[in-house]
């Protein structure tokens, strides 16, 4: 249920209301807005007595609302959430991040010497893996704490975020000592205690899609992570399990649209794992902006052919690169930006003029 003050309420009035949705028994929590304030309460049994909360000086109305999910959904919050990197990168208005690298972090050499040509691409947002879920137990588990540091290393030489996965709640302090976001994988996307370790963390999340998750349990899932009073909740559109095996997964663009009409939460597309093929991820990323997504993460490999893996859906590169340039056009031509360059001298999109007009 959400209370919604009036424009011209006071302090005194919002306070009021705080304190009676305490005395209720419930947890209230005021979200300020640009217009006007409005307050959630938080844990409706279905008993609350909401005429008494209409009654109150500087109230303007007391809506239901009607969602599974109450936080992540745009009834409670219409604004767009922009998650903030101290980077600078920005997450959910008008500028797309751009998050690429490895699979896997693998060496030392491996993840400088991409992170800095992704960097002089133009991206903000260093991926690597250092806990890494395989299918099979057999396979490279990732290099752990050291994959942490290496990723540190890599942030400290060229200044990009770091995101990184984080594979159950006991990892979840260590990972965040490292990261600047802390991914949650897709088979992970319903371990429920991991997303309320992460949620608790105060790091921004990225959520990715399960392989086989409905939109709505997407956005429970992120619910669980607001509950715990972390906003900073960034989702992932990573493809879905279908019949064709042409591409590894059924990347679902659609998702874009439909999560910015239900939730104030940025989203962005994985076109590397939504295909699984090195050829299909550069057309899914340019359909993934063009869709409205708010970034894209990208697997890029200096030499794919070698990696630890997925490999075969690792872009080179001067793939990457190209990849980059288009991307660039398409977002200015949907009136958006990519999020600016790290690289001296690399103006790109509106974000980048309008820094350098101000
Ligand atoms: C990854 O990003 O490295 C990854 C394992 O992705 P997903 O959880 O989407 O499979
Ligand atoms: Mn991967």
Redesign the pocket.
């Known amino acids: 249920m959400l209370i919604v003050m009036k424009h011209s309420a006071r302090e005194d009035e919002i306070r009021r209301v705080v304190e009676t949705i305490q005395d209720m028994g419930y947890e209230a929590r005021p979200i300020p807005g640009r217009q006007r304030t409005a307050i959630g309460l938080i844990g409706n049994d279905g008993n609350v007595d909401a005429d008494r909360l209409e009654g109150l000086p500087g109230v303007l109305q007391v809506i239901p609302v009607t969602r599974p999910y109450k936080q992540v959904s745009r009834e409670w919050k219409d604004e767009p959430t922009l998650v903030t990197l101290q980077n600078g990168t920005r997450i959910g208005g008008n500028e797309i991040a751009v998050m690429a690298g490895p ?1 896997s972090v693998e060496s030392e050499p491996q993840i400088l010497e991409i992170a800095h040509r992704l960097k002089e691409a133009g991206a903000t947002v260093l ?1 690597g ?1 250092a806990f ?2 395989r299918t099979s137990p057999y396979a490279f588990q990732g290099l752990g704490v050291r994959g942490l540091e290496l990723l540190a290393r890599a942030r400290e030489e060229t200044g990009m975020a770091v995101v990184t ?1 984080a594979l159950d709640p006991e990892g979840v302090e260590l990972v965040a000592q490292h990261a600047d976001i802390i ?1 949650i ?3 992970n996307m319903q371990n429920y205690s991991l997303l309320r370790r992460a949620g608790a963390s105060g790091k921004p999340i990225l959520l ?1 899609r399960g392989m086989a998750a409905k939109i709505e349990e997407l956005l429970l899932s992120a619910e669980y992570i607001l509950a715990e009073g972390n906003g900073q909740v960034i989702l992932c559109e ?1 493809g879905v399990r279908s019949f064709d095996n042409h591409t590894r997964n059924l990347l679902d663009l659609t998702a874009i649209p439909v999560v910015h009409a239900l939730s104030h939460l940025p989203i962005i597309a ?1 076109p590397s ?1 939504g295909t699984g093929v090195r050829a299909k991820v550069t057309p899914m990323a340019r359909a993934a902006v063009a869709a409205g997504a708010d970034g894209i993460m990208v697997e890029v490999h200096p030499n794919p052919n070698h990696a630890l893996s997925d490999g075969a859906q690792s872009l080179y590169p001067e793939q990457f690169e190209d990849l980059m340039k288009q991307i660039a056009v398409i977002a200015m031509a949907i009136g958006r930006g990519l999020v600016p360059s790290l690289a001296e001298g690399k103006a790109r999109g509106r974000g980048s003029r309008d820094r350098a007009l101000s």
């Open positions: 699979c991926r893996g890494k879920p996965e991914q994988g897709a088979r990715k990573r994985d794992h």
